[in-house]
Nanobody, 121 residues
Framework: QVQLVESGGGLVQPGGSLRLSCAAS????????MGWFRQAPGKQRELVAA???????DYADSVKGRYTLSRDNAKNAVYLQMSSLKPEDTAVYYC???????????????WGQGTQVTVSS
């Protein structure tokens, strides 16, 4: 059973920083893309940042220069360092990974349970 476990959300003042962590566990053969999405109330889930196995990274325009995504392949983990946070960054953040489970053929999408990030004074 593959699962993604997130941590690090919370309440922060505008201009502050937070670091989100996500680790994949279970029977895993390999992992392709890992990253984070977010969903604000009344809005669709959107890509925040994603990193491929080779290391190339994509960011949403709204977070470029403020967020940094990093990956630890040895730990099957991905981290999102968020700085200069704005109220509009408030959302539930979901970890995402494209994983080939052990003993199975093909790639499957997995999601974390979500962690709330609230930016407010």
């Amino acid at each position: 059973q593959v699962q993604l476990v997130e941590s690090g959300g919370g309440l922060v003042q505008p201009g502050g920083s937070l670091r989100l962590s996500c680790a994949a566990s279970g029977s895993i053969s390999s992992i392709n893309t890992m990253g984070w999405f977010r969903q604000a109330p009344g809005k669709q889930r959107e890509l925040v940042a994603a990193v491929r196995t080779g290391g190339s990274t994509d960011y949403a325009d709204s977070v470029k220069g403020r967020y940094t995504l990093s990956r630890d392949n040895a730990k099957n983990a991905v981290y999102l360092q968020m700085s200069s946070l704005k109220p509009e960054d408030t959302a539930v953040y979901y970890c995402y990974a494209q994983i080939r489970p052990g003993g199975r053929v093909g790639w499957f999408d997995y999601w974390g349970q979500g962690t709330q990030v609230t930016v407010s004074s």
